[in-house]
Protein backbone atom coordinates (compact mmCIF):
# COMPACT_ATOMS: atom_id res chain seq x y z
CA UNK A 1 0.00 0.00 0.00
CA UNK A 2 1.35 2.85 -1.45
CA UNK A 3 1.69 6.12 0.83
CA UNK A 4 3.52 8.24 -1.64
CA UNK A 5 1.83 8.51 -5.07
CA UNK A 6 3.90 9.37 -8.51
CA UNK A 7 1.67 9.96 -11.29
CA UNK A 8 1.93 9.72 -14.45
CA UNK A 9 4.26 5.75 -14.39
CA UNK A 10 5.00 6.21 -18.01
CA UNK A 11 5.10 9.51 -20.03
CA UNK A 12 6.28 9.83 -23.42
CA UNK A 13 5.97 12.89 -25.30
CA UNK A 14 7.81 15.60 -28.26
CA UNK A 15 10.14 17.96 -27.83
CA UNK A 16 9.56 21.76 -26.43
CA UNK A 17 6.29 20.41 -24.72
CA UNK A 18 5.63 21.94 -20.90
CA UNK A 19 5.26 18.80 -18.55
CA UNK A 20 4.58 18.47 -14.84
CA UNK A 21 5.41 15.18 -13.35
CA UNK A 22 3.30 15.10 -9.69
CA UNK A 23 3.77 13.64 -6.45
CA UNK A 24 1.79 13.87 -3.65
CA UNK A 25 2.10 11.80 -0.09
CA UNK A 26 -0.40 10.93 2.88
CA UNK A 27 2.07 10.40 5.61
CA UNK A 28 1.72 14.19 6.45
CA UNK A 29 5.62 14.32 5.45
CA UNK A 30 7.47 18.37 6.11
CA UNK A 31 10.39 16.98 3.56
CA UNK A 32 10.07 15.98 0.13
CA UNK A 33 12.82 15.73 -2.06
CA UNK A 34 12.74 15.15 -5.99
CA UNK A 35 15.80 12.47 -7.30
CA UNK A 36 16.77 11.58 -10.99
CA UNK A 37 17.42 8.20 -12.13
CA UNK A 38 18.94 7.21 -15.30
CA UNK A 39 18.18 3.26 -15.92
CA UNK A 40 20.18 1.08 -13.10
CA UNK A 41 22.17 3.92 -12.31
CA UNK A 42 23.10 6.44 -9.01
CA UNK A 43 20.36 8.19 -7.77
CA UNK A 44 20.77 12.05 -8.14
CA UNK A 45 19.01 15.03 -6.03
CA UNK A 46 17.60 17.66 -8.28
CA UNK A 47 15.29 19.05 -5.73
CA UNK A 48 13.53 19.35 -1.98
CA UNK A 49 11.62 20.64 0.43
CA UNK A 50 11.71 21.49 4.00
CA UNK A 51 7.83 22.43 3.89
CA UNK A 52 5.14 24.83 2.60
CA UNK A 53 6.84 27.39 0.13
CA UNK A 54 10.67 25.98 1.13
CA UNK A 55 12.40 24.82 -2.25
CA UNK A 56 16.25 24.41 -2.28
CA UNK A 57 18.41 22.87 -5.34
CA UNK A 58 20.02 19.36 -4.82
CA UNK A 59 23.57 18.28 -5.50
CA UNK A 60 22.72 18.07 -9.85
CA UNK A 61 21.96 21.16 -12.00
CA UNK A 62 18.34 20.17 -13.41
CA UNK A 63 16.25 22.72 -15.83
CA UNK A 64 13.62 21.68 -13.88
CA UNK A 65 11.55 23.64 -11.44
CA UNK A 66 9.34 22.55 -8.29
CA UNK A 67 6.84 24.06 -5.95
CA UNK A 68 5.46 23.03 -2.41
CA UNK A 69 2.11 25.02 -1.85
CA UNK A 70 0.43 22.17 -0.17
CA UNK A 71 2.49 19.85 2.12
CA UNK A 72 1.13 16.45 0.80
CA UNK A 73 1.82 17.76 -2.95
CA UNK A 74 5.28 18.46 -4.92
CA UNK A 75 4.87 18.70 -8.57
CA UNK A 76 7.87 19.48 -10.93
CA UNK A 77 7.96 20.91 -14.17
CA UNK A 78 9.87 21.18 -17.14
CA UNK A 79 8.68 23.87 -19.43
CA UNK A 80 10.40 22.92 -22.61
CA UNK A 81 11.30 18.76 -22.44
CA UNK A 82 14.35 17.97 -24.36
CA UNK A 83 15.36 14.30 -25.16
CA UNK A 84 18.54 14.88 -22.59
CA UNK A 85 15.59 15.20 -19.79
CA UNK A 86 14.71 11.39 -20.89
CA UNK A 87 15.16 9.45 -17.51
CA UNK A 88 12.93 8.24 -14.34
CA UNK A 89 12.26 10.62 -11.43
CA UNK A 90 12.13 9.54 -7.98
CA UNK A 91 9.68 11.54 -5.69
CA UNK A 92 10.59 10.65 -1.76
CA UNK A 93 9.40 12.04 1.74
CA UNK A 94 10.01 12.14 5.40
CA UNK A 95 9.38 13.48 8.60
CA UNK A 96 11.41 17.23 9.66
CA UNK A 97 12.86 17.02 12.64
CA UNK A 98 16.13 15.98 14.30
CA UNK A 99 16.62 11.88 14.03
CA UNK A 100 13.95 11.43 11.40
CA UNK A 101 16.34 11.40 8.29
CA UNK A 102 17.90 8.38 10.11
CA UNK A 103 14.75 6.37 9.66
CA UNK A 104 14.92 6.93 5.78
CA UNK A 105 12.98 8.26 2.97
CA UNK A 106 10.02 7.09 1.87
CA UNK A 107 9.92 6.84 -2.13
CA UNK A 108 7.51 6.39 -5.39
CA UNK A 109 7.41 3.97 -7.89
CA UNK A 110 8.63 6.91 -9.90
CA UNK A 111 7.87 8.47 -13.61
CA UNK A 112 9.53 7.19 -16.36
CA UNK A 113 9.81 10.36 -18.55
CA UNK A 114 10.73 9.38 -22.30
CA UNK A 115 11.51 12.59 -24.49
CA UNK A 116 11.16 12.28 -28.62
CA UNK B 1 30.76 16.50 -0.38
CA UNK B 2 30.90 13.09 1.30
CA UNK B 3 30.64 10.20 -1.03
CA UNK B 4 29.98 6.33 -0.63
CA UNK B 5 31.34 4.36 -2.83
CA UNK B 6 29.97 0.75 -3.06
CA UNK B 7 30.87 -2.52 -4.65
CA UNK B 8 30.90 -4.62 -6.30
CA UNK B 9 29.59 -2.45 -9.08
CA UNK B 10 27.17 -5.31 -10.55
CA UNK B 11 27.24 -9.12 -9.57
CA UNK B 12 25.95 -12.23 -11.03
CA UNK B 13 25.28 -15.46 -9.19
CA UNK B 14 23.51 -18.57 -9.15
CA UNK B 15 20.04 -18.84 -7.35
CA UNK B 16 21.28 -20.43 -3.74
CA UNK B 17 24.67 -18.59 -3.60
CA UNK B 18 25.00 -16.07 -0.52
CA UNK B 19 25.67 -12.82 -1.60
CA UNK B 20 27.63 -9.76 -0.05
CA UNK B 21 28.33 -6.43 -0.93
CA UNK B 22 29.46 -3.30 0.84
CA UNK B 23 29.95 0.35 1.28
CA UNK B 24 32.37 2.56 2.11
CA UNK B 25 33.59 6.44 2.91
CA UNK B 26 35.73 8.86 3.14
CA UNK B 27 34.22 10.30 6.51
CA UNK B 28 32.26 8.70 9.20
CA UNK B 29 28.26 8.37 9.42
CA UNK B 30 26.26 8.00 12.00
CA UNK B 31 23.54 5.82 10.70
CA UNK B 32 23.57 3.20 7.82
CA UNK B 33 20.94 2.44 5.90
CA UNK B 34 20.30 -0.10 3.01
CA UNK B 35 17.76 0.11 0.32
CA UNK B 36 16.62 -2.50 -2.02
CA UNK B 37 15.35 -0.75 -5.73
CA UNK B 38 13.23 -3.59 -7.88
CA UNK B 39 12.93 -2.85 -11.51
CA UNK B 40 10.69 0.25 -12.52
CA UNK B 41 10.19 1.00 -8.75
CA UNK B 42 11.39 3.30 -6.21
CA UNK B 43 13.98 2.24 -3.68
CA UNK B 44 12.26 0.66 -0.23
CA UNK B 45 14.39 0.29 3.02
CA UNK B 46 15.80 -2.79 4.14
CA UNK B 47 17.75 -2.30 7.23
CA UNK B 48 18.73 0.34 9.25
CA UNK B 49 21.83 0.49 11.70
CA UNK B 50 22.52 2.80 14.37
CA UNK B 51 25.55 2.00 16.03
CA UNK B 52 28.97 1.19 15.13
CA UNK B 53 29.71 -2.13 15.16
CA UNK B 54 25.60 -3.32 15.59
CA UNK B 55 24.80 -6.06 13.18
CA UNK B 56 21.31 -6.40 11.72
CA UNK B 57 19.03 -9.06 10.04
CA UNK B 58 15.58 -9.09 7.90
CA UNK B 59 14.93 -12.40 7.33
CA UNK B 60 18.33 -13.24 5.03
CA UNK B 61 19.54 -10.51 4.95
CA UNK B 62 22.10 -9.11 7.57
CA UNK B 63 23.71 -5.99 7.82
CA UNK B 64 26.60 -4.37 9.66
CA UNK B 65 27.63 -1.01 10.54
CA UNK B 66 31.49 -0.91 10.41
CA UNK B 67 33.65 0.18 13.65
CA UNK B 68 35.17 2.74 11.96
CA UNK B 69 32.06 4.36 11.29
CA UNK B 70 32.90 4.39 7.03
CA UNK B 71 31.44 1.52 6.24
CA UNK B 72 29.19 -1.02 5.92
CA UNK B 73 28.33 -4.05 4.75
CA UNK B 74 25.33 -5.90 3.30
CA UNK B 75 24.51 -9.70 3.39
CA UNK B 76 22.38 -11.66 1.74
CA UNK B 77 21.90 -15.74 1.84
CA UNK B 78 20.72 -18.22 -0.50
CA UNK B 79 19.77 -16.02 -2.89
CA UNK B 80 15.97 -16.33 -4.52
CA UNK B 81 15.58 -14.76 -8.14
CA UNK B 82 13.35 -11.94 -6.43
CA UNK B 83 16.74 -10.62 -4.97
CA UNK B 84 17.73 -9.15 -8.33
CA UNK B 85 17.49 -5.55 -8.27
CA UNK B 86 20.07 -2.44 -7.27
CA UNK B 87 21.24 -2.04 -3.61
CA UNK B 88 22.09 1.11 -2.40
CA UNK B 89 23.77 2.17 0.86
CA UNK B 90 22.79 5.66 2.67
CA UNK B 91 24.18 7.04 5.52
CA UNK B 92 23.37 10.00 7.54
CA UNK B 93 25.82 12.41 9.71
CA UNK B 94 25.05 14.62 12.38
CA UNK B 95 22.54 17.40 11.89
CA UNK B 96 23.10 16.99 7.96
CA UNK B 97 19.23 17.46 6.14
CA UNK B 98 19.69 14.73 3.45
CA UNK B 99 21.08 11.62 3.58
CA UNK B 100 23.90 10.60 1.29
CA UNK B 101 23.23 7.57 -1.18
CA UNK B 102 25.68 5.45 -2.48
CA UNK B 103 26.38 4.27 -6.08
CA UNK B 104 24.68 1.27 -6.03
CA UNK B 105 25.39 -2.62 -6.39
CA UNK B 106 23.38 -4.53 -9.61
CA UNK B 107 22.61 -7.55 -8.32
CA UNK B 108 21.02 -10.90 -11.43
CA UNK B 109 20.32 -14.20 -9.89
CA UNK B 110 20.60 -16.87 -12.45
CA UNK B 111 18.28 -20.25 -12.37
Known amino acids: EADIYQTPRYLVIGTGKKITLECSQT?????MYWYQQDPGMELHLIHY???????EKGDLSSESTVSRIRTEHFPLTLESARPSHTSQYLC???????????????FGSGTRLTVV | GQQLNQSPQSMFIQEGEDVSMNCTSS?????WLWYKQDPGEGPVLLIALYKAGELTSNGRLTAQFGITRKDSFLNISASIPSDVGIYFCAGHYGTASKLTFGTGTRLQVTL
Open chain 1, 49 to 55: SYGVNST
Open chain 1, 27 to 31: MGHDK
Open chain 1, 92 to 106: ASSKLGTGWEIRGYT
Open chain 2, 27 to 31: SIFNT
